[in-house]
Structure formats: structure tokens, C-alpha cells
Nanobody, 115 residues
Framework: QVRLVESGGGLVQAGGSLRLSCATS????????MGWYRQAPGNQRELVAR???????NYADSVKGRFTIYRDNAKNTVYLQMNSLNPGDTAVYYC?????????WGQGTQVTVSS
């Protein structure tokens, strides 16, 4: 059974940084492509960053150059380093496989950026 647990969110001022963690368990392997998603109030959930099985990364244009996704396979954890945060980044952040599986969504972690 796969379980994904997000943590690391919080309240930060514009220009600040946060690092989100996604602890994985179950059939999530080091080569499983993973993604970080976010959903702001009134908006659809969107993919912000992905990491492929080979370590290749891709980012949404809105976060490119500010966010970095990486993984520590020894800790079964996927991270999202977020720098230069702005109020537009305010959302609940989730991790899931790159092709998200409905049953894998966790509670997410709230990120709030104040101006």
C-alpha cells in the first residue's frame, strides 16, 4: 500500500524560502517518476515540478528558476526546495506520481506567502 505524507509547509513572507518533504512508503521506487502539485483556492490542481526515474527534472514556467525538486532514495523522500516565494505561490502542496493516482493523494501541506 502506497502512502505519501507531505510536510514542511507554513507561513512565510514574500522572498522567503521553504523546503517541502514527501515521505513515501509502499511501492514507490527510486525510479518512479514523482511530481509536486499545488492547488490554490478556486483553482484546479496543477503540476509544478516533476522528477523522472533518471533524475531529469521539469518545472512549470511559473516556478522555473525558483523551485528545485530532488529526491533522497535512501530516505524514500522527495523534496521541493522553494525560493523567492511570492503570494502567487500560496496553495496546498501535494506530491504524487507523475501520472497521479487518485488513491495516492495525501492531505497536502499548506504554504502561505504574505506580501
Amino acid at each position: 500500500q502506497v502512502r505519501l505524507v507531505e510536510s514542511g509547509g507554513g507561513l512565510v513572507q514574500a522572498g522567503g524560502s521553504l523546503r517541502l518533504s514527501c515521505a513515501t512508503s509502499g511501492r514507490i521506487f527510486s525510479i518512479t517518476p514523482m511530481g509536486w502539485y499545488r492547488q490554490a483556492p478556486g483553482n484546479q490542481r496543477e503540476l509544478v515540478a516533476r522528477i523522472g526515474g533518471s533524475g531529469t527534472t521539469n518545472y512549470a514556467d511559473s516556478v522555473k528558476g525558483r523551485f528545485t525538486i530532488y529526491r533522497d532514495n535512501a530516505k524514500n523522500t522527495v523534496y521541493l526546495q522553494m525560493n523567492s516565494l511570492n503570494p502567487g505561490d500560496t496553495a496546498v502542496y501535494y506530491c504524487n506520481t507523475y501520472f497521479p493516482i487518485a488513491g495516492y493523494w495525501g492531505q497536502g501541506t499548506q504554504v502561505t506567502v504574505s506580501s
